[in-house]
């Protein structure tokens, strides 16, 4: 990869996940008849907290102050193996999805440790769920990426997501992982219909209620967090609907930011014309993904004759 290239995408990982984030806000505003805030208001809220000074209860250890930092440095991990603007990724090796895989469930860990950390059956509740929401999640994951590979025949996750359309069992296989993806990045960022991220209702809150404890810069941390883990599941749907992708040529890279934009506004769209699911629900929910993850999975063996 070129230094250029390299570069670029790290004033991505800078500044689209506030600007995706930021366009959720404003397509939900839109579908409500409202002008809705600035795009960047994420990033003026970050900026806010990380001028403020934490608030810690007399309970918490040091897992509490540790843990919004683990969660951004796994985040930003992810982050390197995932194409971001129709390119190759900053980091790419073999079977690199398990390394995406573990570290979204390390930093998943961590947070879930440190809302029981503050000793709150209330944060313990929303901490409970995520962990069951997050154990349905995670072979998603595994047989969307096996999926993948075996269409492609390759190890990595970049060429992976860059499948050759030329068979009506790789279309099944693509479409699978689309509609796998698209709940996975909807139950790991806590978005509508599987959670709320603008609630504040004690019997349905997830994510929000292991966080209602944390403030300044850690708060600021798991809020960016929140926004980097939108623009990598967006940019990895992205880059699988990309014709250009991992050419790292200017269409390629505008196709890409495109396909974003169009990632936030359909998760805006959907968290504007439905409503959060029952918490029993969701399970269900998550069970559609691991259908269809499964049916690529069984397209590939289709595709290559393992089921004549």
């Not at 998943?108 to 409970?128: I, Q």
Request: charged residues 10%; neutral net charge.
């Amino acid at each position: 990869m070129s230094t250029g290239s390299a570069l670029a995408q790290l004033v991505a990982l800078a500044v689209l996940p506030f600007l995706l984030a930021g366009l959720v806000n404003r397509v939900k505003s839109l579908w409500s008849g409202r002008k809705g805030p600035p795009l960047l208001q994420l990033l003026f809220d970050v900026a806010r907290l990380v001028r403020k000074t934490s608030v810690y209860s007399t309970t918490s250890t040091p897992v509490f102050r540790v843990a919004p930092w683990v969660l951004l440095v796994t985040t930003l991990a992810s982050a390197s193996i995932v194409p971001l603007l129709g390119s190759r990724p900053l980091v790419s090796f073999a079977f690199d999805f398990v390394w995406l895989a573990y570290l979204w469930g390390l930093g998943r860990v961590a947070l879930v440790l440190a809302a029981l950390d503050t000793g709150s059956s209330f944060e313990g509740m929303g901490a409970a769920r995520e962990a069951t929401f997050a154990t349905l999640l995670e072979p998603v994951l595994f047989l969307v990426s096996g999926a993948l590979c075996a269409l492609s025949d390759t190890r990595t996750l970049h060429e992976a997501l860059m499948p050759e359309l030329s068979s009506g069992a790789a279309v099944v296989v693509w479409a699978g992982a689309l509609v796998a993806l698209l709940i996975v990045l909807q139950v790991e960022t806590g978005r509508i219909p599987v959670d709320d991220p603008g609630t504040h209702l004690e019997l349905t809150m997830v994510h929000e209620v292991m966080v209602l404890d944390h403030s300044g810069p850690e708060l600021a941390a798991i809020q960016y967090s929140a926004a980097l883990k939108l623009f990598v599941g967006a940019s990895l749907l992205a880059t699988l609907l990309n014709p250009w992708a991992g050419k790292g040529t200017l269409p390629a890279a505008l196709a890409h930011l495109a396909l974003c934009a169009g990632v936030a506004v359909v998760v805006g769209t959907i968290e504007s014309l439905s409503a959060r699911l029952k918490l029993r629900a969701v399970p269900r929910y998550v069970l559609v993904a691991i259908g269809a993850g499964a049916v690529a999975l069984l397209a590939t063996a289709w595709r290559t004759g393992g089921l004549a």
